[in-house]
Structure formats: C-alpha cells, structure tokens
C-alpha cells in the first residue's frame, strides 16, 4: 500500500460507517456522473461510494472498529472560543436537518477551519466540497473531508490571521534629537566634541 494512502471513516447518511483507506488529495473522480469516491476497504478491495451518499470523510489516527456508533470520535463539533490556528472559520449544517435553527440538532451542526490558501478553492470549483480541520485536534479525527452534496447551509463565521507585527516607525535625521537639543544655547567652544 502507498504511504499516500491515509485511514480514513466514511459516514454515510443512511448511518453506518466504512473504514477504509483514501488519498489527501483528488479523493473525487470527478469524470464520472454521479461524482464517486474509490476506496480501499480494509479487506483490499475497491469500494465504489457515490458522493452525495457520503455525509463526511474523517482521516483518523485508529479504526476503532469496537466502536460502532462513533468510531472517528469526534467529541467536539463546534470551538468552545476563538481558534488560535490561522484559517477560516466555517460553520456548516449537513442536509436533511431541520430548516428551524431552533429544532436544529448538534448532530447537524459542524465548525472547522479551512485553509486561506487556493486549495479550498481547487475542491470548490470542481463543485466537490471541502476539507477542514476540526474543533478538537487532539482526538481521532485530523481532518474532514465534507462533500458539497452533503452541505446545506454554510457560513463564514470569522477569517482568522495570525497578529501583524508592528513595523518599526522610520527615523527622521530633520527633527533633533533631545541630546542635540541638550547642548544647542551652549557657545561653540563649550559645546563636546
């Protein structure tokens, strides 16, 4: 298998899950209609999944095949505060959830981080979808692939940058400087060399 190949938990929306393995990049075949995906399933075999079956694609660290109801552990699906990594932060609500923010459900709900680099928009404009990083990077999950199909609302909740650095303040040789201004009533031969 190519070191290319990382573990990844498809979750479908009819709510299982299949392990398997995929590349980081140009995971969509996009010739084909509808958009698939191919995976290698952990038996070797290439599994064909139609994008807009797919609700995410989380690459993780383990299987954690024991757990069948959450195996990508994904405890934490929106950021308690600020970010502190640079991207933009996205908010996102998965199709077939309620139109009601009301009777929304967290299930529904997901924040992450996309870059602010052209690579968000290399999946966008082939109509694909998106990768992001998740609220709580310590757990399982690194990153999450979410295919546009799957998304029904998303919002741009703030672009975060790292802080500028202050820019020193240019000199200027016209105005003097106090110890020019110490010695300036002094009479020539008083005055230091």
């Known amino acids: 298998m190519s070191s290319a190949h990382k573990k990844v938990i498809v979750r479908r929306f009819v709510g299982d899950t299949v392990p398997g393995y995929l590349?980081?990049?140009?995971?969509?075949?996009?010739?084909?209609?509808?958009?698939?995906?191919?995976?290698?399933?952990?038996s070797g075999r290439i599994l064909t999944l139609p994008l807009s079956e797919i609700k995410y694609i989380c690459y993780v660290r383990d299987f954690n095949l024991n757990d069948p109801l959450n195996p990508e552990r994904l405890t934490r699906r929106t950021f308690l505060a600020r970010p502190r990594t640079e991207g933009l932060w996205l908010r996102l609500t998965f199709r077939g959830s309620s139109p009601n923010p009301a009777t929304t459900t967290e299930a529904d709900?997901?924040?992450?981080?996309?870059?602010?680099?052209?690579?968000?928009?290399?999946?966008?404009?082939d109509d694909?979808?998106?990768?992001?990083?998740?609220?709580?990077i310590r757990s399982n999950t690194?990153?999450?692939?979410?295919?546009?199909?799957?998304?029904?609302?998303?919002?741009?909740?703030?672009v975060i940058t790292t802080p500028s650095r202050k820019k020193?303040?240019?000199?200027?040789?016209?105005?003097?400087?106090?110890?020019?201004?110490?010695?300036?009533?002094?009479?020539?031969?008083?005055?230091?060399?």
């Open 128 to 136: 694909s979808g998106i990768f992001l990083i998740p609220p709580d």
């Open 142 to 158: 690194q990153r999450i692939y979410v295919p546009r199909t799957a998304i029904a609302d998303l919002q741009l909740i703030a």
């Open 109 to 125: 709900i997901f924040e992450g981080l996309a870059p602010i680099d052209l690579s968000l928009a290399d999946d966008l404009i």
């Open 168 to 193: 020193p303040l240019p000199r200027s040789t016209a105005t003097p400087t106090l110890q020019e201004d110490l010695f300036h009533n002094l009479p020539p031969s008083a005055r230091p060399n």
């Open 23 to 42: 590349t980081l990049s140009h995971i969509v075949r996009a010739q084909s209609n509808p958009r698939v995906i191919d995976l290698l399933d952990l």
